[in-house]
């Protein structure tokens, strides 16, 4: 059932009509009900606005696949960005990779350069204050 809100500019009262369907509506004259005047603006109602940015921490899985999938680099690091608000994010390359969407860096190209990394502190065996601080080696 269409709901229409408007203003009535004869009283300035605000006032929300129902009609029975669109046609109904495209049919009738709204007329204030405080002081049938007919002079009444149409008011945008309020469940029309959007919030101008998505809310990622309510999205379903399957939303955020399609953000991902959509391959815009800059809305899956906004969407990254606010999920890590809601968890503790402790991992460095999280927020890292989160930092590089954001400016709207290739999504593959932080990959690349994040396995990159991984393979250089794996490689890299001279560093002596990493090696002592394993302990757990055996
Ligand atoms: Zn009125």
New binding site residues.
């Given amino acids: 059932m269409p709901v229409y809100e408007y203003r009535?500019?004869?009283?300035?009262?605000d006032?929300a009509l129902y009609y029975k369907s669109y046609r109904d509506y495209d049919a009738a004259t709204p007329a204030?009900?405080?002081?049938?005047?007919t002079?009444?603006t149409r008011r945008i109602s309020t469940v029309a606005i959007q919030r101008p940015g998505r809310d990622y921490s309510k999205m379903s899985s399957d939303d955020m696949l399609s953000v991902m999938e959509s391959g815009d680099s800059r809305q899956l690091g906004e969407m990254m960005h606010q999920l890590g608000q809601d968890e503790v994010v402790n991992d460095p390359a999280f927020s890292e990779v989160t930092k590089r969407l954001r400016r709207g860096d290739d999504p593959d190209r932080i990959e690349r350069d994040l396995s990159a990394q991984d393979s250089d502190s794996t490689g890299a065996s001279g560093g002596s204050a990493s090696a002592a601080a394993d302990t757990s080696s055996t």
């Fill in positions: 009535c500019n004869s009283c300035g009262r006032s204030c009900p405080h002081c049938g005047s002079d009444l």
